[in-house]
């Protein structure tokens, strides 16, 4: 089952949310709205309210109550990269201006609050203490997160673990929870919950590194920015980190770092890294991540959601975009 078939199957759902999303950025100042507006306009997978549908189905499934999850999840996605593109001075997303391009830095941080706090306006509608801990908690350990990233921009000195406990900060905690807050917003047993959250986990490191691989070998075309992005704008990801310290080319690498001159050679460190062996450890981390989201969900019984959840882990290690 790819992902088109798993979208179409919940097609009446998504569209549900999808209208929700446009209803809960609405106001009538102008400019906040067009800027706000203009994000969700560019599009994306819309995987976290997915995610979320399908944690749902393993307690009392009801989209309206689950809403209330969906629709903040992705709106505090949506209001990450918003601040993203600002600290990047990033003038493309998904192949369009972003909202820093199209206006200014300024509305950009603005619309990126205020689509913050549309999130938390619509998460407390849902009158579930635990909810609001664990997605308060979350967005604690995402800013945490930017904030390692701009600290580590440009830094070679960091190592795997650093790595790897960014991207859990920045992607794979929302993807978990995700999957955990519908499990929660439905009524799921607590083993049900602590199961949805670990698979959300694994699926979000591999999704994250999947990207950080694609930064790399993808097009410009399939990425909507110019490939090699990441590491021109300083953030060095696991291809990069792995083929600087380990790979066949690492003394290259070391000789520039040693005399200071990295960055006049960044285009060459691309094409080097797409060569080396970096690329391949990173598809072999992000497969033993899908792995273990498999051997999770082979413990929950069989149905639908199942099936979908699944297809879905294959689709992020197979994926192209």
């Known amino acids: ?7 179409f199957k919940m097609k009446k759902d998504v569209q549900y949310i999808e ?13 906040l709205n067009q800027s706000a507006t203009h994000l969700l306009k560019a599009g994306g997978k819309r995987i976290r ?47 369009k201006d972003t909202v820093r391009m199209k206006w200014d830095n300024k509305v950009a941080m603005y619309a990126g609050d205020y689509i913050f706090a549309r999130a938390l306006a619509i998460a407390a509608e849902l009158p579930i203490p635990q909810l609001h801990q664990i997605l308060s908690n979350a967005m604690v350990e995402l800013c945490k997160g930017e904030i390692e990233q701009v ?20 992607t794979a905690l929302l993807i978990a929870i995700s999957c955990q807050l519908g499990a929660v ?29 694609l930064d790399f070998t993808g097009t410009e075309k399939q990425l909507g920015k110019p490939a090699g992005s990441d590491l021109v704008n300083g ?6 980190l792995y083929t600087a310290h ?46 273990r989201a498999h051997a999770i969900l082979r413990d929950l019984p069989n149905n639908q959601a199942k099936t979908s959840l699944s297809g879905i882990a294959d689709f992020i290690i197979e994926r192209k975009f």
């Open 1 to 7: 089952m790819n992902l088109v078939d798993i979208y």
């Open 49 to 95: 309210p997915v995610f979320v549908l399908l944690g749902g189905k393993w307690g009392n499934y009801d989209v309206k109550r689950l809403k209330h999850v969906a629709v903040p999840l992705e709106l505090i996605h949506m209001a990450s990269l918003v601040h993203d593109d600002v600290i990047d001075d990033a003038d493309k997303r998904r192949g």
């Open 185 to 213: 917003a439905s009524g799921a047993s607590e083993e049900l919950i602590r199961k949805m959250y670990w698979y959300g986990y694994n699926v979000g490191m591999a999704f994250q590194i999947t990207d950080d691989i």
């Open 151 to 170: 600290k580590d921009l440009k830094n070679w000195d960091q190592n795997f673990r650093t790595y790897l406990r960014r991207i859990k900060r920045k």
């Open 246 to 291: 380990f790979g066949r080319t690492r003394d290259r690498f070391q000789t520039w770092m040693k005399e200071e001159t990295f960055w006049d050679h960044v285009d060459e460190a691309i094409h080097l890294i797409r060569s080396d062996e970096g690329i391949a450890f990173s598809q072999q981390l992000a497969e033993r991540y899908i792995a």
């Open 19 to 31: 209208d929700e999303l446009e209803k809960s950025i609405d106001t009538d100042m102008r400019e």
């Open 235 to 240: 953030n060095i990801t696991l291809p990069a």
